[in-house]
């Protein structure tokens, strides 16, 4: 951009050199002229005069050119704005795909580049939103419309008590499923407002961990699903509470995922002033096109298999913004039938 704006400057000297000798070229001509029909005058007034000329020639050509070049230039800009002040009338009414042409050259260009940018941005929050409230409609719907079915059946006189008990049972999975939702909703709503309060405190994060996994102890010895834990003894100061819940998310999406007899290994380590916790199942995997969405909210790799186990994918999204809060992270390497391990990190003491 430097070098291109310099050779413009030199094109533009160059051109008013030659318009200047031109200049010069003519008002001696045009002196000659004069001098034919009302005599020649001494050489300095000749040469005054020539000169006069040259100047007044040289004068109303640059006036005509800026004349024209400022007309250019302010219908460029006119037309510019105008085309801006459209675009932010339709970004006000909710309209986002807009494109305002730019120029480099444009002393309006970083403006308009800006009100592009706007767009784009308002265009993907809207999207996002969309997608938001299509999800949560259709995360509330399937619940609602078994917990209606079922209760209308449960109508029926004809009934065993054997059938009634089990349309009970799918009514109050149905209504936990809700509560669940609603509760993941409220958390994660609350951690990106930032109107959660962090009240962090020195405690063991190898006996916090154990603490999730003995809190899920129905859930994998139920599928007789092994647990392989090596923790070192590490200590952090964090917010206890919210930080339990990312080892019960992580641990419960281990567990779902992970078929009968199969297996789970925790590793927790300390490296260089950083908590490092592995956990590791051998279930289905994850391809590389979902690894890219697999944090983002309402995500499910496979939606029907998780709807039926519980999964809401709300998790991870709040696995996520709970570390980042604590100035940790989670990544995942995974590969399709052959397990999925995360990786959390936290500061430690």
């Not at 496979?302 to 940790?328: A, F, Q, V």
Request: glycine share 6%.
């Amino acid at each position: 951009m430097k070098y291109e704006k310099r050779g413009h400057i030199a094109i533009n000297f160059i051109m008013i050199c030659i318009t200047f000798i031109a200049c010069l070229a003519a008002g001696y001509f045009l002196s000659r002229s004069i001098f034919l029909l009302f005599g020649t005058p001494n050489p300095f007034w000749a040469y005054m005069i020539a000169a006069f000329l040259a100047i007044l020639l040289f004068s109303c050509i640059a006036k005509i050119m800026s004349s024209i070049v400022f007309k250019g230039h302010k219908d460029g800009r006119r037309t510019l704005l105008n085309e801006m002040t459209d675009a932010l009338d339709k970004i006000a009414h909710g309209d986002f795909n807009i494109s305002v042409e730019t120029y480099d050259h444009d002393p309006f260009y970083e403006i308009a580049e800006s009100v592009n940018k706007m767009a784009a941005e308002l265009g993907a929050l809207e999207t996002q939103r969309q997608d938001f409230i299509s999800n949560v409609s259709h995360e509330i719907q399937s619940p609602l419309t078994s917990i209606g079915g079922f209760a209308a059946l449960l109508k029926t006189d004809s009934l065993t008590a054997l059938e009634r008990n089990h349309y009970l049972d799918i009514i109050e999975t149905e209504s936990k499923r809700l509560s669940r939702l609603s509760d993941n909703l409220l958390k994660l709503s609350h951690l990106e407002a930032e109107t959660v309060p962090i009240t962090k405190n020195d405690f063991r994060l190898d006996k916090q961990i154990g603490n999730a996994v003995l809190m899920l102890e129905p859930q994998w010895s139920s599928k007789n699903i092994t647990i392989d834990a090596e923790l070192d003894k590490i200590a952090i100061n964090a917010d206890e509470e919210l930080l339990s819940q990312v080892w019960i998310n992580l641990l419960n999406n281990a567990i779902k995922f992970t078929s009968q007899n199969g297996k789970i290994k925790i590793l927790l380590s300390q490296k260089e002033g950083t908590a490092e916790c592995r956990i590791k199942d051998n279930g289905i995997g994850i391809s590389a096109a979902d690894q890219v969405h697999i944090f983002e909210r309402f995500y499910k790799v496979d939606k029907s298999r998780d709807r039926s186990l519980g999964g809401n994918g709300l998790g991870l999204s709040l696995c996520k913004k709970i570390l980042e809060m604590h100035g940790g992270s989670i990544t995942l390497n995974s590969e399709p039938g052959k397990g999925t391990t995360f990786i959390v990190c936290l500061h430690s003491i």
